[in-house]
């Protein structure tokens, strides 16, 4: 017997080696849902990877341990690109473990879980994923099981569906001056109000989980440019999910233009706004001294275009008539000027007649030989005077004249001498030298 005892106590250490050998091929059992009965074999040198990433209050973490260090990234860019940053904590690689196609669904189920899900996790753990939290709607959660069921990793949703609350905001506006508030589940729905507001407005706003948005962000984006530019005063606000707007427009096709923004719109909606008759008053005043002016200064400038025109028309018949008196003037002129040279020529002509007559009687004599004129000379030059005196408009030209005795240089001095002489006694006579 006691010889016995040694190889069953051998027989039992080698029934616990096998049983803790072969622990990896047991199936897994659990009450929750599993969408792969069980997991899939490994052998003794592969290990899968491990992980959790889950929402904290102050945001969301990740540790684990993971195959290469772009695992990690793959996760953090998603969570970034959803505007919900990701921590990475106590995480570590090893290039041996294996796991890259339960990433790859997490990356998948990633954005949705970040959008619906709050104080949960994803956990990656014995080659199970598993979801825990809780979910703000079914919808959402038959959602994440359809995501879940694209892949044979096995998976686990553990999550519960929350009672949610509508988000809450109002957005006051008086005339430039707007103020932005309320309670959102997170940032990003309040930045997307944010962004069709001025850049002047202020803002507060409060985070608080299972916030629910139910479709309203979409529907306050619509009627924002409107509610901006057209209401003097006025409030957007949205509270046990029933949006009232309220405030003041100045024309009627601001009033009807809100009322087809928001008769299209499901959701409850109390529209308050009226005309502010202050303002319609204003405008109609404005109008009515605008449109003054303009007579005003049509009229004005009529009468400027009368008065340019009368002077234009004065000046025109100035024009005309200063030049009719031009003319007249002028054929006066032109009559003067004929009838001047007309009685001169008769003159020279008469003139011209009486001394040709003269000197057809009677000689201009001088002495033989000399420049002297004779006594009967004299006379002759004398009458002819007369009739130079008589006629002091015209003028005479007084030509030498000799006998063909002497020589040619002597005959040239007498005749300059005898014209001398002729001309000396004309001057004598009263006869202007220059003619």
Same mark, same amino acid.
């Given at each position: 017997?006691?010889?016995?005892?040694?190889?069953?106590?051998?027989?039992?250490?080698?029934?616990?080696?096998?049983?803790?050998?072969?622990?990896?091929?047991?199936?897994?059992?659990?009450?929750?849902?599993?969408?792969?009965?069980?997991?899939?074999?490994?052998?003794?040198?592969?290990?899968?990877?491990?992980?959790?990433?889950?929402?904290?209050?102050?945001?969301?973490?990740?540790?684990?341990?993971?195959?290469?260090?772009?695992?990690?990234?793959?996760?953090?860019?998603?969570?970034?690109?959803?505007?919900?940053?990701?921590?990475? #904590?106590?995480?570590?690689?090893?290039?041996?473990?294996?796991?890259?196609?339960?990433? +790859?669904?997490?990356?998948?189920?990633?954005?949705?879980?970040?959008?619906?899900?709050?104080?949960?996790?994803?956990?990656?753990?014995?080659?199970?994923?598993?979801?825990?939290?809780?979910?703000?709607?079914?919808?959402?959660?038959?959602?994440?099981?359809?995501? @879940?069921?694209?892949?044979?990793? &096995?998976?686990?949703?553990?999550?519960?569906?929350?009672?949610?609350?509508?988000?809450?905001?109002?957005?006051?506006?008086? *005339?430039?001056?707007?103020?932005?508030?309320? *309670?959102?589940?997170?940032?990003?729905?309040?930045?997307?109000?944010? !962004?069709?507001?001025?850049?002047? %407005?202020?803002?507060?706003?409060?985070?608080?989980?299972?916030? $629910?948005?139910?479709?309203?962000?979409?529907?306050?984006?619509? *009627?924002?440019?409107?509610?901006?530019?057209?209401?003097?005063?006025?409030?957007?606000?949205?509270?046990? !999910? $029933?949006?009232? %707007?309220?405030?003041?427009?100045?024309?009627?096709?601001?009033?009807?233009?809100?009322?087809?923004? /928001?008769?299209?719109?499901?959701?409850?909606? %109390?529209?308050?706004?009226?005309?502010?008759?202050?303002?319609?008053?204003?405008?109609? +005043?404005?109008?009515?001294?605008?449109? @003054?002016?303009?007579?005003?200064?049509?009229?004005?400038?009529?009468?400027?275009?009368?008065?340019?025109?009368?002077?234009?028309?004065?000046?025109?018949?100035?024009?005309?008539?200063? !030049?009719?008196?031009?003319?007249? #003037?002028?054929?006066?002129?032109?009559?003067?000027?004929?009838?001047?040279?007309? /009685?001169?020529?008769?003159?020279?002509? &008469?003139?011209?007649?009486?001394?040709?007559?003269?000197?057809?009687?009677?000689?201009? #004599?001088?002495?033989?030989?000399?420049?002297?004129?004779?006594?009967?000379?004299?006379?002759? $030059?004398?009458?002819?005077?007369?009739?130079?005196?008589?006629?002091?408009? *015209?003028?005479?030209?007084?030509?030498?004249?000799?006998?063909?005795?002497?020589? !040619?240089?002597?005959?040239?001095?007498?005749?300059?001498?005898?014209? +001398?002489?002729?001309?000396?006694?004309?001057?004598?006579?009263?006869?202007?030298?220059?003619?």
């Amino acid at each position: 017997m006691k010889k016995i005892w040694p190889w069953l106590l051998l027989l039992l250490l080698l029934i616990i080696f096998c049983v803790w050998s072969k622990k990896d091929n047991i199936q897994l059992n659990s009450t929750n849902k599993i969408h792969s009965v069980t997991t899939p074999q490994i052998t003794l040198d592969s290990h899968p990877i491990e992980f959790v990433l889950a929402q904290k209050t102050k945001g969301n973490t990740l540790n684990g341990r993971f195959t290469n260090i772009q695992q990690q990234n793959l996760l953090s860019h998603t969570c970034n690109a959803a505007s919900s940053p990701l921590k990475i #904590e106590n995480t570590s690689t090893n290039e041996t473990l294996t796991g890259q196609e339960v990433i +790859e669904l997490t990356n998948k189920i990633l954005p949705h879980f970040l959008a619906h899900y709050s104080e949960g996790s994803i956990r990656y753990h014995d080659q199970v994923l598993k979801i825990n939290g809780l979910v703000d709607s079914y919808q959402a959660q038959r959602k994440m099981q359809q995501l @879940l069921n694209t892949s044979t990793l &096995a998976s686990q949703d553990n999550s519960h569906v929350l009672v949610t609350k509508p988000i809450e905001f109002s957005i006051t506006k008086d *005339i430039n001056k707007m103020h932005f508030k309320g *309670i959102f589940n997170n940032k990003a729905q309040m930045s997307k109000i944010h !962004a069709r507001l001025p850049r002047y %407005v202020s803002t507060s706003f409060t985070q608080e989980p299972h916030r $629910v948005d139910n479709g309203i962000i979409a529907i306050t984006e619509t *009627i924002l440019p409107n509610f901006t530019k057209r209401y003097s005063h006025g409030k957007i606000v949205y509270k046990d !999910a $029933v949006l009232t %707007v309220s405030g003041m427009v100045e024309t009627d096709e601001d009033l009807n233009y809100m009322k087809q923004l /928001l008769s299209a719109k499901k959701t409850p909606i %109390v529209n308050q706004t009226t005309l502010d008759l202050k303002a319609v008053e204003k405008r109609k +005043e404005e109008a009515k001294l605008a449109q @003054l002016a303009l007579e005003k200064k049509a009229q004005e400038e009529a009468q400027k275009r009368a008065a340019l025109n009368q002077a234009a028309a004065l000046a025109k018949q100035k024009a005309e008539e200063e !030049a009719k008196r031009q003319e007249a #003037e002028n054929q006066k002129a032109e009559a003067l000027r004929l009838e001047k040279a007309k /009685l001169a020529a008769q003159t020279k002509q &008469a003139a011209k007649e009486k001394i040709i007559h003269l000197l057809q009687i009677e000689n201009i #004599e001088f002495e033989t030989a000399k420049g002297t004129l004779t006594k009967k000379g004299k006379e002759t $030059v004398d009458k002819l005077a007369l009739i130079l005196k008589q006629y002091p408009n *015209i003028k005479a030209e007084i030509a030498g004249h000799t006998d063909s005795d002497g020589s !040619a240089d002597f005959n040239q001095k007498l005749s300059q001498s005898r014209v +001398e002489t002729v001309k000396g006694r004309l001057i004598a006579r009263g006869v202007n030298a220059g003619r």
